[in-house]
């Protein structure tokens, strides 16, 4: 189970209300990404926000418009549209109980695990879930979460209950503009025959982990066999995204730094010309004839 609900409130069934959580049923699958790569460098594309005319721009300097008409924006700050998002009420009233098969399949958005707050909660839990299995309704209500409201469906759903949110109507397209050309005929009853047989031979028990996204495996087995050959593989440095720095900058550094502060500039910001090289000192003759005493010293212990 999830560490943090999604929600958490009361369901309301007339003078009945029930601590409830509900936590995300589904998650996302193994689709696999791609990222662009400049493949001289191995390097990964990233992307500016720019305008046409200006370039790239700050994100401070950008905010959310609606287009009401072609070329024609609405501008949004985010503290008006933080005003009018719904405070999510604690309480999901069932205003009206339908059919299972009433609410066609398309209205079915997202399903949500419904499992009661505390063990007080869980015997009327257990009522309401087992009320609508033997009436095989399903409650509709309507239920505000992050900021957004949501038309709902409870069911039951195996020892617990199942949470789904609906689309609107304005949100389904209509069947009827894209089945309006099929022709409304009574089929041969000898291929209706046929294809009910058929469809029997077929038939069992839905068993969902029977089936696998085989692009994806494939997409998955070619990846790990190009990974192991390394014949194509582009390694990047993760540390790539820092600017590289320069041997010459470097260079340049360490000699000015052996230098010293005469290597800098002078007052008038212009580079300080290297100084001109001096003849070696000559010695003092005093110095030069203890040297020339020193060396006939020691030659003569040497030769002794």
Same mark, same amino acid.
């Given at each position: 189970? =999830? ?27 193994? =689709? ?10 191995? &390097?990964r594309i990233k992307y500016e926000k720019v305008v046409p005319g200006i370039g790239p721009v700050n994100t401070d300097d950008i905010v959310k418009g ?30 009206q109980f339908v059919d299972m098969a009433e609410v066609d399949a398309i209205y079915y958005d997202k399903p949500y695990f419904v499992v009661p707050a ?36 409870? @069911? ?61 495996? =494939? ?6 066999? @190009? ?14 995204? @820092?600017?590289? &720095? ?7 550094? =360490? ?21 001109? &090289? ?24 040497? @030769?002794?």
């Amino acid at each position: 189970m =999830a560490a943090r609900p999604a929600w958490r409130g009361q369901i309301k069934l007339a003078l009945v209300s029930i601590p409830v959580e509900i936590y995300p049923a589904t998650k996302s699958g193994a =689709a696999i990404a791609f990222h662009q790569i400049h493949e001289p460098s191995g &390097k990964r594309i990233k992307y500016e926000k720019v305008v046409p005319g200006i370039g790239p721009v700050n994100t401070d300097d950008i905010v959310k418009g609606f287009e009401v008409t072609k070329g024609e924006y609405v501008l949004l700050e985010p503290e008006e549209i933080e005003s009018v998002k719904l405070e999510s009420r604690k309480t999901l009233d069932l205003v009206q109980f339908v059919d299972m098969a009433e609410v066609d399949a398309i209205y079915y958005d997202k399903p949500y695990f419904v499992v009661p707050a505390d063990d007080l909660a869980e015997e009327a839990y257990i009522v309401v879930r087992d009320a609508l299995r033997a009436a095989r309704k399903i409650g509709i209500g309507q239920l505000a979460m992050r900021g957004q409201e949501y038309v709902v469906a409870l @069911k039951p759903c195996g020892r617990g209950m199942l949470l789904e949110t609906l689309r609107y109507s304005d949100e389904v397209n209509k069947a009827a503009s894209y089945f309006r050309e099929i022709e409304d005929a009574e089929p041969d009853a000898d291929l209706l025959d046929l294809a009910g047989t058929l469809i029997e031979k077929k038939s069992g028990k839905f068993e969902p982990q029977e089936f696998h996204n085989r692009y994806v495996d =494939a997409l998955k087995g070619l990846i790990e066999e @190009k990974r192991k050959s390394k014949g194509e593989l582009v390694i990047q440095d993760p540390g790539d995204d @820092k600017p590289a &720095k320069s041997n010459v900058i470097d260079l340049m550094a =360490a000699l000015k730094k052996s230098l010293g502060d005469d290597a800098g500039n002078d007052n008038n910001g212009t580079a300080a010309k290297p100084a001109a &090289k001096r003849p070696a000192a000559r010695k003092p003759a005093a110095a030069k004839k203890a040297d020339a005493t020193a060396k006939k010293t020691a030659a003569a212990g040497r @030769k002794r």
